[in-house]
């Protein structure tokens, strides 16, 4: 075991943090919940609509045929 300074500092810190229960840290109020469901709703919501964006581009990543060259976007096109 490392016999640094930090370290045990570290280790110090870890086991009060694990050890020292405060009261009342089991409570989750209103607001907390409110606040879990609203991440929750925002980021199935926002990985849906990601999904929806780049669907074309996934699906032409996993059924690509051989020797088929990824499609150039317009803008690349444009510029050639």
């Known amino acids: 075991m490392l016999k640094t ?3 045990r500092c570290l280790l110090n810190v870890l086991k009060m943090t694990t050890v020292v229960r405060c ?7 209103a607001g907390t919940g409110s606040l879990i469901i609203q991440v929750v709703i925002a980021s199935s919501l ?3 609509v990601a999904l ?14 051989k020797g088929e060259e990824e499609p150039q976007s317009p803008t690349e096109a444009d510029s050639e």
């Not at 009261?23 to 109020?29: D, F, K, L, V």
Request: hydrophobic share 45%; proline share 4%; glycine share 14%.
């Open 46 to 48: 926002g990985g849906l």
């Open 52 to 65: 929806r964006l780049y669907w074309n581009k996934i699906k032409a990543f996993f059924f690509r045929k």
């Open 5 to 7: 300074k930090p370290f």
């Open 23 to 29: 009261a009342g840290a089991e409570y989750i109020g």
